[in-house]
């Protein structure tokens, strides 16, 4: 018999207590053996609800009972869940987690700490929810040799574009009834300023080079200043604006970064509305794989909890196949300024100053409204970006600048 610990009895945690218990034979079969739940922590106590009588609020109670060889953290946040992540490795207990932040964070020392003590230490559930994206690119691209990921990420941010995109309500007002509907947090920072998204392509980083580079690092922008008159502007040049988690490895140097992005209405990332996350993975051999579904969501996600419970159960008690990271240094990391991309420039002037801006950004394509001009650029480095712009402001101030994919 397997004994299992669920650390944190929110969305998450509740939705993998009802998939263990909904699928319960299905997951026996196939694990080969029976398990159960014998503790769920949490600082609340729950006594409607049928586990009420698993819920404990002592972390020692489940690191020091030798019958727990599983454990499943879904607390969020850093502290306390990095703490009793490491407590529970060291222990000799496997754990499975959809902690972005924690994975994000100190998954290079998690790994390390669960191969030294011979279990697994496992994360599906912490990028894209319920979409497989960790084990395949684990296992299944394994043969590869993978140079770009982009992904949406995060699902509150594109459920908002969305809105703003098909029914032209600005920002703000979405945002308050994204919150209303339980999609974002009553503080959503970390979603709209795309610190999630930044989490999520560190992970998906790591998993494609091998290193993890500290999210709160990395370059970032989130949706805050996208406005319902960049997505028309956008549309009409043929594109969707999506929050865009992008990594690559060029010359030996990784990039990781978050940012809007004008995506074409052509390619599949465009078509990836409301909550869900679109995931392409830029491969050798395979070419270009895309992984798509529920980003966010108590079950998708816990059907993603679930799996790696299952692949560890089915394993227990080796180390199975686990991913290598190693934290990365300054020379793993690309300059961000010699980083390049075309981007969309809209500035307050004339139709008239298009050949002037095309001299200078190399344009290639103008669309004038309401009296501003807005141009795709050339490919240009940000070095190259940052020095145009600054030139042309005084004369033509910039209004918005979005990077194209
Ligand atoms: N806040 C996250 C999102 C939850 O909106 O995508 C899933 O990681």
Sequence with gaps: MIQIAILGFGVVGSGTAEVLTENKAIIERKVGQPFDIKYILDLRDFPDSPFADKVIHDFNIIVNDPEVSLVAEMMGGSHPAYDFTKACLEAGKSVVTSNKEVV???????????????????????????????????????????????????GTTN?????????????????????????AEANPTADVE?????????????????????????PCEGITKITVEDMETARELG???????????????????????????????????????GILVDADMVGQVMFYGPGAGKLPTASAVVADMIDIMEH?????????????TAED???????????????????????????????????????RLAMITAELTEATMTERLTKVDAAYPIITRIRLL
């Design 159 to 183: 459920y908002i574009l969305t809105k703003m995109e098909t029914e032209g309500t600005p920002f703000a007002e979405v945002l308050k009834d994204a919150q209303k509907k339980g999609y």
């Design 194 to 218: 795309g610190l999630d998204a930044a989490r999520k392509i560190v992970i998906l980083a790591a998993m494609a080079f091998g290193k993890r580079i500290d999210p709160n690092t990395i």
């Design 239 to 277: 594109y969707a604006i999506k929050l865009i988690g992008h990594t690559e490895k060029r010359d030996g140097k990784i990039l990781c970064m978050v940012s809007p992005r004008l995506v074409s209405q052509y390619t599949p990332l465009s078509g990836v509305s409301d909550v869900f996350n």
């Design 316 to 328: 227990t008690p080796a180390n199975i196949k686990a991913p290598v990271w190693a934290d990365a």
């Design 104 to 154: 994000a964070n100190f998954g290079t020392e998690l790994l390390g700490l669960a191969k030294t003590h011979g279990v697994s230490y496992e994360f599906e559930a912490s990028v894209g929810g319920g979409i497989p994206i960790i084990r395949p690119m684990n296992q299944d691209l394994s043969s590869n040799n993978i140079t770009a990921v982009n992904g949406i990420l995060n």
């Design 333 to 371: 990391i690309m300059d961000f300024s010699t980083y390049a991309c075309k981007n969309l420039v809209v500035l307050d002037a004339p139709l008239s100053a298009a050949d002037t801006l095309a001299s200078a950004f190399g344009a290639v394509r103008f669309c004038g409204r309401d009296g």
